[in-house]
């Protein structure tokens, strides 16, 4: 859940309110334009999260999560309200980074204690697939959008904070 200021939509009340529905980074940018009033022109992946301030529920989703040590591994994790897939990726091969597919059933398990991968291994594959579709969803790679001819300060600033040349 998340803990949202009540004095968003009631500047009286200084409680907060506790969101239980899983909620995304992504959804700022849409809750704060609405609170603000400003239109959004354009479509966006995240939705206002201001229905759960006002005790409505929103239908439940799936939100794909990326952590990324450039030299040593990546984790990629797709969370439903039921279950969560973390997905490990190497990249320093000196290093055991653990398995490579941690399952967990959020619902009887909810401190994920117990990797439930090996045991439904057809659900866990499914789950990585899904992970590979959403990425793949992804029109241009950051290296594709960037101008062929960029600045090459900002070109080596890029690259030196690992957004381009991976």
Do not use: M
Not at 9 to 28: F, K
Request: proline share 7%; glycine share 8%; net charge negative.
């Amino acid at each position: 859940g998340v803990r949202a200021a009540r004095g968003l939509l009631d500047p009286g009340a200084r409680d907060g309110v506790v969101v239980e529905q899983q909620v995304a980074l992504i959804d700022l940018y849409p809750t704060l334009a609405e609170l603000a009033g400003v239109p959004v022109e354009h479509r966006l992946q995240g939705r206002s999260l201001l229905p759960l301030l006002r005790g409505e529920t929103l239908p439940p989703r799936e939100v794909l999560s990326e952590n990324v040590n450039v030299a040593r591994v990546e984790r990629k994790a797709l969370r439903t309200d039921q279950v969560k897939l973390i997905q490990t990726l190497a990249r320093d091969d000196s290093r055991e980074f653990g398995p490579e597919l941690l399952l967990f059933d959020l619902r009887r398990d909810p401190l994920e204690r117990e990797n439930l991968a090996p045991r439904l291994a057809g659900a866990a594959e499914a789950l990585r697939a899904r992970i590979a579709a959403i990425r793949a969803g992804s029109t241009d790679t950051i290296e594709e959008a960037v101008p062929e001819d960029l600045d090459p300060e900002l070109r080596r600033q890029l690259e030196a904070l690992g957004y381009l040349g991976n």
